[in-house]
């Protein structure tokens, strides 16, 4: 498998920087723009509420969002190890953002570091 992913909102000085204060909402047009899953929110709103207690405010929601994002990226690069000698690699999508967005990167547009990668690299598989 390749090219698999799993949105996350950038680290949320990244989102002050390209919205006021009124736009930090998932309804909002610029955060809509800056969303181009045309199902994403939706996707990330229904797994978080699922494995997530409701977030209080849209930062905070924007912080599980990213833990999200890493729980789902574990899951499957540990699956993919566990599938050794059948599987010897995996390939996620993607490194980093072109502009700030919310995305399936791992970096942000300004190279913040999303939850994700943060906590890849302590993360070993029990095989």
Known sequence: MSEY????FPDYSTIRKFTA????S??????KTH???PTGFETIDEYLLRDYKKPKNF????YVSQLLQARGMISAIEAHRRAKPRCMGTMY???NDC???VSWSSRDYYGKKRRFIMRFPLHTAKY
């Open 93 to 95: 999508w993607q490194l």
């Open 26 to 31: 998932l309804t909002s047009g610029v955060m």
């Open 59 to 62: 930062e905070s929601y924007a």
């Open 99 to 101: 502009w700030p967005v």
């Open 5 to 8: 992913g799993f949105q996350g």
């Open 35 to 37: 969303q181009k899953h």
């Open 21 to 24: 204060p009124e736009d930090r």
